[in-house]
């Protein structure tokens, strides 16, 4: 079956645009992560959804980031006024079962570059 | 705060050698832990999952140990081949059973 795909694969931004990621799980996966990954370092954790809603968000690095998965499948990250600092890959991930330490799939990322 | 460690961050060895790498983390309350493998360009493939109550999880030419106790994890891979050259992260389940934590990876070349 598909895996997870996301799409754009690559994004080149100007500093202070705005831009949308999206994020298609496996279908069925209640489980719906993002992961950004600095060059070099591991994927760093940043939201959690457990089918439409976002329980865990702690890891969004600032206000000008927002994700939703309004019907609980396809979710989209955006991040407004976009900063150098935002240039990373951002990695979405599925995992079939809630709250529960289950293997997780991976997409290929995004690949945002700010100018 | 967990942190996950892998070292060294790179390994270049002769096609056909058995090698270990390894993974440690700070706090041994963990639930499961991932082996990932991730090429260039590329998202993150799963490798292996052991669950908290296990010692050790096999496929194929990989076999990955856990010791909860001392907060490590090691990934062997026998016979190692060029393919195999990608750079592999662990990553730990903690007490939010949903959230992993990553290390920086090892980047693994295999030399024909």
């Known amino acids: 079956g598909a895996g997870v795909s996301q799409s754009p694969r690559y994004k080149v931004a100007k500093r202070g645009q705005d831009v949308a990621l999206r994020c298609d799980p496996i279908?069925?996966?209640?489980?719906l992560f993002w992961y950004q990954q600095a060059l070099g370092q591991g994927p760093e954790f940043l939201t959690y959804?457990?089918?439409?809603?976002?329980?865990?968000k702690s890891g969004l690095p600032s206000d000008r980031f927002f994700a939703e998965r309004p019907e609980g499948s396809v979710s989209t990250l955006k991040i407004q006024r976009t900063q150098q600092e935002d240039s990373a890959v951002y990695l979405c991930?599925?995992?079939?079962?809630?709250?529960?330490?289950?293997?997780?799939?991976f997409g290929p990322g995004t690949r945002l570059t700010v100018l | 705060k967990q942190e996950v460690t892998q070292i060294p961050a790179a390994l270049s060895v002769p096609e056909g050698e058995n090698l270990v790498l390894n993974c440690s983390f700070t706090?041994?309350?963990?639930?499961?832990l991932q082996w990932f493998r991730q090429d260039p360009g590329k998202g993150l493939t799963s490798l292996l999952l052991?669950?908290?109550?296990?010692r050790e999880q096999t496929s194929g030419r990989l076999n990955a140990s856990l010791d909860k106790s001392s907060g490590r994890s090691t990934l062997y891979i026998a016979a190692s081949q060029p393919g195999d050259s990608a750079t592999y992260l662990c990553?730990?389940?903690?007490?939010?059973?949903?959230?992993?934590?990553f290390g920086k990876g090892i980047t693994l070349s295999v030399r024909p």
């Open positions: 991930a599925s995992s079939l079962r809630r709250d529960t330490p289950d293997t997780q799939y």
């Open positions: 279908s069925g996966h209640v489980s």
């Open positions: 959804f457990q089918n439409e809603a976002q329980l865990d």
């Open positions: 706090d041994s309350a963990i639930y499961n």
């Open positions: 052991i669950q908290s109550s296990q």
């Open positions: 990553a730990v389940f903690g007490t939010l059973r949903y959230k992993l934590t």
